[in-house]
């Protein structure tokens, strides 16, 4: 276990569904991430909050909706997905949004139908 | 543009075999390179973290190298057993980038018995 945990781990959503990814740690890090991890493709960084705020946004479709109600929370708010989003997603943390490992939740798979 | 390139892409080895992965990047101004393991269903873990005056790091079985003139690193992995079946990641972090990582694509490796 890495401290970062992940719900659901898998998903499967109709085009136009809404649904919602859960990411939690319990580190008591103020940094968190979303990654989409596509088949045979390297990790691509979505989002990035530091102290609940987002400090980066790396040109994410607005179909992606990420929330930071807290340090130890983070939400991706996901409606009217297209099947090319189908991919594991990613949540990691890290003490600080500086240069410091990062810690990985486990994912979830996500289908798009 | 910053780039991380991994090879092979896949291997398979049988266990007890020793093997070498590579990582060629041109991420710049450098800051550090680490190595990822993911397993099959789970997120990455930090294997080893290389700062630009490190040369070698070992973490039990793997040892990982960097030199950072000719902007390359490997991850050797001695006597290998069934539990290294993975991808190995690397990852190169730039300095002024707030934490920025460019991901490779992973080499996936496969020991058989």
């Known amino acids: 276990e890495t401290g970062v945990t992940q719900t659901p781990r898998h998903l499967v959503m109709g085009m136009t569904n809404k649904k919602s990814l859960k990411c939690e740690q319990h580190?008591?890090?103020?940094?968190m991430y979303w990654y989409k991890q596509s088949a045979k493709k390297p990790l691509e960084l979505m989002f990035v909050?530091?102290?609940?705020?987002?400090?980066e946004n790396n040109s994410v479709p607005s179909r992606f909706s990420p929330e930071c109600p807290n340090s130890s929370h983070l939400f991706l708010h996901l409606h009217t997905l297209q099947p090319e989003d189908s991919a594991l997603y990613l949540c990691?943390?890290?003490?600080?949004?500086?240069?410091?490992?990062?810690?990985f939740g486990a994912g979830t798979r996500l289908s798009v139908l | 543009k910053n780039q991380v390139e991994q090879s092979p892409q896949s291997l398979i080895i049988l266990e007890g075999k020793n093997c070498t992965l590579q990582?060629?990047?041109?991420?710049?101004?450098?800051?550090?390179l680490r190595w990822y393991k993911q397993d099959t269903g789970r997120g990455p873990v930090s294997l080893t973290i290389?700062?630009?005056?490190?040369n070698t790091k070992s973490n039990g079985r793997y040892t990982a190298t960097l030199d950072a003139d000719t902007k390359q690193s490997s991850l050797h992995i001695t006597a290998s057993q069934l539990s290294d079946s993975a991808s190995y990641i690397c990852?190169?972090?730039?300095?002024?980038?707030?934490?920025?990582?460019?991901f490779g694509g992973g080499t996936r490796l496969m020991v058989k018995p």
């Open positions: 909050y530091s102290l609940e705020e987002r400090v």
């Open positions: 990582c060629n990047y041109t991420v710049s101004p450098f800051s550090n």
């Open positions: 290389m700062t630009f005056s490190e």
């Open positions: 990691a943390s890290s003490p600080l949004a500086g240069d410091s490992i990062q810690y």
């Open positions: 580190l008591g890090h103020n940094a």
């Open positions: 990852v190169v972090s730039a300095q002024n980038a707030g934490n920025m990582l460019t």
